[in-house]
């Protein structure tokens, strides 16, 4: 017996009504993970949004795109890989990591120095912000001058430090990826105005809660 | 889109005395103070195991409650409820990949969470089991489902774990969009011809009894949900969670004239307290373990989508890649 379903299209899939127990998948059956960070407006930070999982780079930008500003404003859209994220430990709100940490020497360093993205959790369950971009030679170096440039100020729970090279970002040429036609209005909540219909039906018919 | 009714059940990490007292008293410290907990933090075993639970099931009723409203795409009456209806669909399977994610950085992967909800070892909504007759069923469900899991969300997104707070806050921000919709939906049928009253009431007397159902039974106040409360991983219990959604929902109900088929729905207004026949736990019990309209459907659609896409997803991976779980 196959399985019969009130929709016709999954009628005919003829799928068995029961069937035994999948194989565990394989590893990375779902892909690795990438982090991405959107900016908001013109001029503001990026921030984190999340995590997309992703086969690659450019397939990871296009998952994030669909997932993250699909329904809220966004003007550009940074990715990185999550293995290329070095994380620094978590402080306690209101602390500073940057007083409470030890820079340890670096097992690598690049011949020149090269650029590398700063980002700071200022609160627990925030997000991480884009504080901006120092040059380095190694994630250790990049976090000490990270330090000096903006860590000075303000409680900072967490840093996040990545190369710039790791990070694929949108281009400002391709700025008008982000204009979205203005017949989207049937997914904003503002768009349902109810209370006229029901004011007059209630009008109409003396509706009353049963008592 | 959530189904609540998270019953807690007690695990074998219930014993706190094998955890670290000095870690321990830190970690309900920052809790206290109102800090969330981020995913490097040392964390005791009962909170991590209850939280994958909690999220997973949270995750996987989105996925599966897509598909009830998904099957009323094609024939949604109209191009702007069908467009809305898609962008209500596509925002649960959304939802879905949040709470995959936050679930993850607890340490259970992606692949285990789908493995386990297709071969039934994982939960779902209860109310995803019951099938969608009618459009106007589909209605029902984009409003007072939705509803209710707004209720719930709203609660756990105040709860401790940073990741799966950031998620929720997301989700409800996109689920304003869906409540304001289902109840369109439910307001037009119910104010228009009589064939539509008749529709919308018959949709939301076979809907009321999984509705009852969908926030859990009343909790057993053990010691066990009383630490889950204090770390803030259970916000509300399932009996509070009821009371305010019928506090919300029912005099809109009754407002379009409809009725709500339960002869016995009352609000005492000496206790503040609704009251209501007690739904039949029993069915709840024999449907969440398999044996309901649709259980088998769902699973073999959920199934006959991954195993259909496998190839696909085979071709794509990268073979460099390295599992690495998402930093928050």
């Given amino acids: 017996m196959s399985l019969t379903s009130l929709d016709p299209r999954v009628t005919r899939l003829n799928l068995p009504e029961e069937a035994p127990a999948i194989e565990p998948k394989p590893e990375l059956d779902q892909f690795e993970t990438y982090e991405a960070f959107h900016q908001k407006k013109e001029g503001a930070a990026h921030t984190y949004v999340g995590p997309v999982h992703a086969p690659n780079e450019d397939v990871a930008f296009l998952f994030a795109k669909e997932q993250y500003s699909r329904r809220f404003p966004c003007v550009g859209l940074w990715i990185a890989r999550t293995e290329h994220i070095q994380v620094t430990p978590y402080a306690g709100d209101g602390e500073n990591v940057y007083e409470m940490m030890r820079v340890k020497e670096p097992t690598e360093r690049s011949e020149e120095a090269e650029a590398y993205e700063i980002f700071h959790l200022k609160k627990r369950g925030k997000a991480h912000t884009h504080a901006g971009r120092v040059m380095a030679t190694s994630y250790q170096e990049a976090l000490q001058e990270a330090r000096q440039a903006f860590g000075e100020k303000g409680p900072i729970v967490n840093v996040w430090v990545v190369k710039s090279k790791h990070v694929l970002q949108s281009a400002e040429e391709d700025k008008d990826m982000w204009t979205t036609i203005p017949e989207k209005k049937y997914r904003e909540a503002i768009a349902y105005k109810v209370m006229d219909k029901i004011t007059k039906y209630k009008e109409e018919h003396k509706t009353t809660a049963p008592q | ?328």
């Fill in chain 2, 1 to 328: 889109m959530y189904g609540g009714g998270n019953v807690f059940e007690a695990t074998k990490f219930d014993d706190l005395q094998t955890e670290d007292p000095a870690k321990l008293a830190e970690f309900e410290a920052r809790i206290a103070r109102g800090e969330k907990i981020e995913p490097n933090d040392w964390m005791p075993q009962l909170y991590r195991k209850q939280l994958i639970r909690m999220i997973e099931q949270h995750a996987h009723s989105e996925i599966i409650g897509a598909l009830p409203e998904g099957t009323w795409i094609t024939r949604a009456p109209g191009f702007r409820r069908k467009m809305a209806q898609m962008a209500k669909v596509q925002d649960e399977v959304g939802h879905a990949q949040l709470l995959y994610s936050a679930a993850e950085t607890l340490g259970k992967t992606r692949e285990q969470m789908l493995t386990d909800l297709i071969n039934g070892k994982s939960k779902y909504s209860n109310v995803f089991n019951y099938p969608a007759f009618t459009w106007a069923d589909s209605n029902i469900i984009s409003w007072l489902i939705d509803a209710g899991a707004i209720v719930n969300q709203m609660a756990n997104a105040k709860g401790s774990y940073g990741p799966y707070s950031r998620a929720l806050e997301r989700i409800c921000a996109e689920e304003a969009f869906h409540l304001k919709y289902g109840h369109d939906a439910v307001v037009h049928m119910a104010t228009g011809t009589p064939k539509q009253r008749e529709m919308i009431q018959a949709a939301l007397n076979r809907w009321w009894p999984p509705i009852m159902t969908f926030f859990g039974p009343s909790d057993k106040m053990s010691t066990h949900t009383e630490t889950l409360m204090r770390w803030k991983v259970k916000m509300a219990s399932n009996d509070e969670c009821r009371q305010q959604f019928l506090d919300m929902y029912v005099p809109k109900i009754w407002e379009l004239g409809l009725t709500v088929p339960d002869p016995n729905l009352k609000k005492n207004m000496e206790t503040g307290q609704w009251e209501y026949t007690e739904p039949d736990w029993d069915e709840f019990k024999r449907v969440i373990n398999g044996d309901g309209p649709c259980n088998a459907e769902r699973l073999a659609v959920r199934r006959t989508a991954e195993e259909r896409g496998a190839w696909v997803r085979r071709a794509l991976l990268n073979p460099k890649a390295k599992y690495v779980k998402p930093l928050a």
